[in-house]
Each structure stands twice: as C-alpha cells, then as structure tokens.
C-alpha cells in the first residue's frame, strides 16, 4: 500500500538557519514523490517533484528535497529560511498502479521568525 | 505554467439548499479533474476522480448522491453539494494533472472553496 508520513506537525526555524521538513513513503513501484505548498485558505502550489535521475531535486523559491531510497525519505530542505516561507508543506507520492491517484502526508507547518 | 481556477472561494448557505462549485483549467485540457475535502489541520481526502464525458469515480465513504460531480467539457468540473448540513462544512479544493500524454504527473491546484453550512 502506499503511503506517506510527515512525522512533524510543526517546524520552527529562525529566519536565515537552514530549515528541513522530514518525508517518508512506502509505494510499489518506483517512487514519484512530490512536495507541495499551502498559503492559508489557499489551494496547494506545486515546489518539486521527483521522478528519476538525481538523488537532490532543486525546485521552486530556492527550495531543495533528497530522495534517498534506502531510507525511503524525501525531506523538504532549504539553506536559509526566509518568515515568508512559513506555510503548510505538504509531501506526497504518486500510486505506482493508478496514475491519476496521489498520496498525501498530514502535513508540517514551517514556522520561521525574525 | 498551468492555472486552474476555483470559484466561489467562499460559500454560506442554509441547512437544506445546494452549492455549486466550479473548477477549471484555464491554459490547458483536463480529461481528469480530482476533488479533494481538507478538514482543519488536516491533509486532504480524494473525494472523487471527474473524468470528461463519463461518470465521476468516488473513494469508498463518499456518497455519491451527497456530492454530484459532473465534468462536462475538457475544462471544467463542477462540485455540487446536495441537501447541505453543518457537518458538510469544508474546504473543498480540486486539482488538474498537466501533462496527461507526457507523464509529467503534477497535479495542479485551485485555490479552494470554503463552504460553511448554517
């Protein structure tokens, strides 16, 4: 069965540390893993994804994420934090059998303070 | 980049009535549409799969009867909520798959609709 889990509700970083958001997954198949990111009352924007090819996945607003399939994790990283980052993150993988379904993770809440 | 549109974004309305919500896809074609339910600090549920021209396919616990989805045009889908009750309460947000022949697989999002139910 697939599956994801973010075991941190909440991550507090100081703005300019290096902040990271922990993943895991358990999928069939090879993984295509996702991470996206919610603005209150707002939709889900898409920040990266990994498909195949290099381990370290570069994305959107200087955002990074490792896949590192021993450990099955795919953590959300970022060298210098910004208090605009301070959102909901959200991991997911793609079902390995149905395409059109995707698995969601319950969720981090990035808290960054000045 | 792909744009998918949601409205209304937010909705009241009485026990009892209906709420439409629409969604679509504004630069691209999307034979297969998603609705998603968000609870309060919670991930989101796949509600349903919208497929053009054909019948919606629900996840196992949602009524059918309850959330009419109906996707009409390559578009747009439309979310109705049927004899509405407090415990219906939501955020309802859809998203769009880009790329369907290409595989890319990103799923694009609207930006939700609150639905509160007096």
């Known amino acids: 069965a697939q599956s994801v889990a973010q075991p941190e509700d909440q991550v507090n970083v100081a703005e300019g540390n290096p902040l990271t958001v922990k993943c895991t997954y358990s999928?069939?198949?090879?993984?295509?893993l996702f991470w996206y990111v919610q603005y209150p009352n707002r939709g889900l924007q898409f920040l990266l994804k990994?498909?195949?090819?290099?381990?370290l996945v570069k994305g959107s607003y200087g955002f990074e994420a490792e896949f590192n399939k021993s450990q099955t994790s795919f953590h959300l990283k970022k060298p210098s934090a910004l208090v605009s980052d301070s959102a909901l993150y959200f991991c997911?993988?793609?079902?390995?059998?149905?395409?059109?379904?995707?698995?969601f993770g319950s969720g981090t809440k990035l808290n960054v303070k000045p | 980049g792909a744009v998918v549109s949601q409205h209304p974004s937010r909705v009241i309305c009485k026990s009892g009535t209906s709420v439409k919500i629409e969604c679509r896809s504004l630069?691209?074609?999307?034979?297969?549409m998603f609705w998603y339910r968000q609870f309060p600090k919670q991930s989101l549920m796949l509600m349903a799969t919208?497929?053009?021209?054909?019948?919606?396919?629900?996840e196992q616990g949602v009524e059918k009867d309850k959330f009419l989805i109906n996707h009409a045009s390559l578009t747009l889908s439309t979310l109705t909520v049927t004899s509405a009750h407090p415990e219906d309460s939501s955020f309802y947000i859809c998203?769009?798959?880009?790329?369907?022949?290409?595989?890319?697989?990103?799923?694009?999002f609207g930006a939700g609709s609150r639905l509160t139910v007096l």
């Open positions: 998203s769009a798959r880009e790329g369907v022949n290409s595989g890319v697989n990103v799923l694009t």
């Open positions: 999928v069939s198949g090879n993984p295509y």
């Open positions: 990994y498909i195949t090819g290099d381990n």
């Open positions: 997911a993988v793609r079902d390995g059998y149905n395409f059109n379904k995707f698995y």
């Open positions: 630069d691209f074609q999307a034979t297969t």
């Open positions: 919208s497929n053009e021209g054909s019948k919606a396919t629900y």
